[in-house]
């Protein structure tokens, strides 16, 4: 079989109905369909001039049926022969649309069009309609394609052709390792807000629980452990002393005095040492992978300095203390200024705790 004039042949034949199809709008085929028989008057004006021109009242027949039917309609209201007449052309024009509307879903029809065929013939339109998705495609340009594979010059065509074939497929593969790049970058950004989801649920249930116990009388400064181990110191003249400590190793000094030579060496000095306006926050590593993260805290006329202390395989404190990946940092320490300014305030002002047991502790739903 000779595919080459196969093809030629269905370029012949399609490629003018499958343009068509392409530059036709499939949601105006109904208003195509109405006035569409409108476009055909003329013709049919020209013929029932033609037709005027013969003598019907002189057929032996006819005349006689004209005369009564001529009577008949003059015996009517006037009213009754305008709405009659206005019926009658209404259910005319109808039947002449439905016809229409036949010959508009005969494909290589003048009157075809594409919304009316797949309204009608949705079957046969599936067929179709991956013809349609390609804009640009034809049968013509497939001839076009393939010409010189079957017609070769000396070597050189088909040598173009496996060229710009292959142009094709290392184009293809570009793109397929580039969404294989951009999929495996999207799985790691959910991967990691599905962990710092995780990390912010754990951090509320531990606010919840240590609200519970401030409410009912119960919760000290050993309670505010949400991120990681903390320590606090208090500043007193030249130095600061530690007046607590939860969940570190307790080698932190009990007493550091406010020096130069300190300052470098402990992110707690190096913020207690800062200008009162300057944002009061440091952090350092006393040793390779363990980091200490400081916060400067005014507590009513007393200046307290809070620690976390973690090791830098702790995600969690890691970007929680020191980076605003999950919640700005700024909104983590004051939550624990917070907590600090609570635990003071009820300290100093003497009030006796409701403990756990007691009938009016207060308990979570």
């Not at 569409?36 to 002189?58: D, H, M, N, Q, Y």
């Not at 999207?186 to 531990?206: D, P, R």
């Not at 530690?242 to 005095?257: A, M, Q, R, W, Y």
Request: aromatic content about 12%; glycine content about 8%.
């Amino acid at each position: 079989m000779n595919y080459h004039s196969f093809i030629e042949e269905l370029s012949t034949e399609f490629d003018p109905v499958i343009k068509k199809m392409r530059n036709q709008d499939p949601s105006s085929w109904i208003k195509e369909a109405w006035l569409g028989p409108l476009k055909s008057f003329k013709g049919l004006i020209r013929s029932a001039g033609v037709i005027g021109k013969i003598g019907w009242g002189s057929l032996p027949f006819i005349g006689p049926l004209l005369i009564a039917i001529g009577g008949y309609f003059a015996s009517l209201p006037i009213w009754l022969i305008i709405v009659s007449t206005i019926i009658i052309i209404g259910i005319v024009y109808w039947i002449i649309v439905i016809r229409y509307t036949t010959k508009m879903v005969v494909m290589g029809h003048p009157n075809f069009h594409i919304g009316a065929f797949k309204a009608k013939r949705p079957t046969e339109y599936k067929f179709w309609a991956p013809f349609l998705q390609k804009h640009t495609a034809t049968f013509g340009g497939l001839l076009d394609f393939i010409t010189p594979i079957f017609t070769p010059n000396n070597g050189i065509d088909v040598k173009s052709v496996i060229e710009y074939t292959k142009g094709h497929l290392d184009a293809m593969q570009s793109e397929m390792e580039q969404l294989r790049s951009a999929q495996d970058y999207l799985q790691l950004e959910v991967e990691k807000y599905e962990q710092a989801v995780g990390y912010l649920v754990e951090m509320v249930k531990a606010i919840n629980k240590s609200l519970f116990r401030l409410a009912n009388d119960c919760m000290d400064y050993n309670e505010l452990d949400f991120i990681c181990a903390y320590t606090i110191y208090k500043v007193e003249d030249d130095s600061i002393y530690k007046v607590h400590d939860k969940g570190t190793s307790g080698i932190s000094p009990k007493k550091i005095l406010l020096t130069k030579e300190n300052a470098d060496k402990y992110a707690a000095v190096y913020v207690a040492m800062l200008p009162e306006g300057e944002d009061g926050f440091s952090y350092n590593n006393p040793y390779p992978g363990r980091t200490v993260a400081s916060y400067r805290m005014n507590i009513y006329g007393e200046v307290w300095i809070w620690n976390f202390h973690f090791d830098d395989s702790n995600d969690k404190a890691l970007k929680l203390t020191l980076t605003d990946d999950i919640i700005e940092i700024r909104e983590v320490y004051r939550l624990v200024h917070a907590f600090c300014l609570v635990l003071y305030k009820r300290e100093n002002e003497g009030k006796e705790g409701i403990h756990d047991g007691n009938d009016r502790s207060q308990k979570a739903n």
